[in-house]
């Protein structure tokens, strides 16, 4: 019993310790500088989410565009490029909706909407 009491003082003294430099170490400058360069990061996290959204819905045009004027091309590139079918054929098929809550491999909808999660 008095084994582990002193393994018990031993462990709380280190955490206490451990505690006491912590608060040291995140107080004045130092949090603010964490603070400062946390919010940093998520801007610039939003401004790539904006980005990555904008190059998506771009890109569905362009897709869509492609479709329209030149779907032998399509159906050609789907045919070497499996990876790059058009979102949505199993739907146009009449084949169930992808299990992934319809989002096809470049984030785009299949039901034409942009994913954003």
């Known amino acids: 019993l008095r084994e582990q009491q002193l393994q018990t003082l031993t462990h709380l003294q280190t955490s206490t310790s451990m505690l006491a430099d912590f608060n040291r170490l995140m107080t004045g400058e130092s949090f603010t500088d964490v603070s400062t360069r946390f919010q940093r990061s998520a801007n610039l996290l939003k401004q790539i989410k904006g980005d990555l959204e904008w190059v998506t819905k771009h890109t569905r045009q362009l897709r869509a565009r492609l479709r329209e004027k030149h779907p032998e091309c399509v159906v050609e590139a789907a045919a070497e490029l499996p990876d790059l ?6 739907e ?7 299990e992934d809550g319809g989002v096809d491999a470049l984030g785009e909808r299949l039901d034409g909407e942009v994913s954003v999660d």
């Open 92 to 98: 146009r098929a009449g084949g169930e909706a992808a």
């Open 85 to 90: 079918e058009e979102p949505g054929a199993d």
